[in-house]
């Protein structure tokens, strides 16, 4: 392939890139929208995702599950909601929560957003009786309380979306390291996060399956080996169309694995990943 018909392909490939990746991002939404039994779940702070977890404002929560006590404790930092005879209690900043006095565990700890303490909505929801289920597409979650008394605590319903990937906090040890959505030249799609400790978490968002495993890095070159991904590359960073672009050209043959990667926050890894 002469250098100019290469050129021509390159460009035409990162515009169809850079409108891939400026429709994820607008396709993402900010908020969640939260409905019980059928009503909009209103409140002054929306919902929000952390962790791959939905978070609402606990007193508006926990009155719209039927707890007939709302409780905040300002010394132990913790919000206790009452039903009946059960008593759930959460503590700010922690995932350690203790229900009818027994010990259990979140994933997502409760959090302070814009003044408001935030709580996870599956695990409230289950713990007050009440079932979930989750619109990855239009970022909807509906919950349905549950008649003729509270389930089975230690016996989860709930219906959530499979775990994202934690975010790797460690300090960027090479110049792949980061989070990424992708596309190679074959219309492939991919939300990637290269860890430091030169592991790989991938989900083909085209197949809609996930994967794992690891990339080494030597100056320009990288080599890549997934499930989606297995080739070597050498790494061009690029600005196009007012977005950075990390250019992985693919060394083979035929190039046809050549992948242009933008950079996302985390947050918006995690719901691409999520929503895919």
């Known amino acids: ?19 891939f990746t400026a429709t994820v991002s607008l396709a993402v939404p900010s908020t969640v929208q939260v409905f019980v039994d059928g009503t ?8 929000v995702i952390r962790n791959s977890r939905t978070m609402v404002p606990f007193n508006v929560l926990f009155t719209a599950l039927g707890a007939e006590e709302v ?26 929560a203790r229900v009818n006095g027994e010990s259990v565990n979140m994933d997502t700890p409760v ?35 549950v008649n003729g008394g509270i389930p089975d605590i230690f016996d989860p319903i709930v219906t959530v979306p499979s ?23 074959k219309g492939e799609r991919f939300a990637i996060q290269f860890n430091n400790n030169m592991t790989i978490d991938i989900k083909n968002l085209t197949s809609k399956k996930e994967g794992k495993g690891s990339y080494t890095v030597s100056g320009n070159a990288v080599s890549i080996d997934t499930e989606f991904i297995k080739s070597n ?24 694995g050549t992948t242009a990667m933008t950079p996302v926050p985390y947050e918006e890894f995690a719901k691409i990943y999520q929503s895919n």
């Open 233 to 256: 590359f050498m790494i061009e960073e690029l600005r196009y169309n007012n977005r950075n672009i990390v250019f992985l050209r693919e060394t083979s043959s035929d190039g046809r």
């Open 163 to 185: 775990p994202v990937p934690p975010k790797d906090t460690s300090q960027k040890s090479n110049i792949i390291a980061g989070i990424y959505v992708a596309e190679n030249m």
């Open 111 to 145: 959090q302070i957003i814009n003044s408001r303490t935030m709580v996870p909505l599956a695990f409230v929801s289950r713990y007050l009786g009440a079932e979930v289920n989750w619109d990855g597409v239009n970022y909807i979650a509906s919950v349905k309380t």
């Open 40 to 47: 909009p779940l209103v409140t002054d702070q929306p919902a």
């Open 1 to 19: 392939m002469n250098r100019f018909l290469q050129g021509l392909i390159t460009i035409g490939f990162l515009a169809a890139v850079s409108v």
């Open 71 to 96: 409780n905040w404790n300002e010394p132990e930092q913790k919000v206790t909601g009452k039903k009946g005879d059960l008593s759930v209690e959460l503590f700010i900043g922690k995932t350690g």
